[in-house]
């Protein structure tokens, strides 16, 4: 601590900035043609998400419902959450994939009562969305880019600064 400063908090902060500012870089070449895409708002909204993350269906929940969005998700299971892939296996394959997301973020999949289909398409999309993710240099969920911004987590009042008054 320096004249009641916190440095060190004050430096990792600043690493992270610059960390999440180089992943935004990065975006240009992301394949959005292969994202989930949710919405024709005038916001766009690249979102990397778990079905089984906490935070990010709490983000889930706020973006329910929005007008203004336009929303590219990409997935990225946790290795902790081991029902995460079958889950998001579920959403690809499904004819309203709009709606099996509702599903899985809501918790209406926890039971793993679904049928998982086996399909070469699914597989070589769920390639290429490790493959995005892992070009950005994502490390954890939820992760957006809102308009090109970063925002790491759930952090619903950024989001909202980010998105304006729009719904």
Known sequence: M???R???????EALEQKRLSAMAQKLKGLPLDKALKMGSGKNIVIEITDPDCTFCREAARFFQGRTDVTKHIFFFPLPMHKDAEPKIRYILCA???AKAYQDAMSGKLDDMKFQVCNDSDVDALIKVHGEATTQIGVTGTPLFFINGQPVMGANIPLIEKLLGDGK
């Open 2 to 4: 320096k004249g009641g």
């Open 6 to 12: 916190n440095l060190t908090e004050e430096r990792l």
């Open 95 to 97: 004819k309203d994939k």
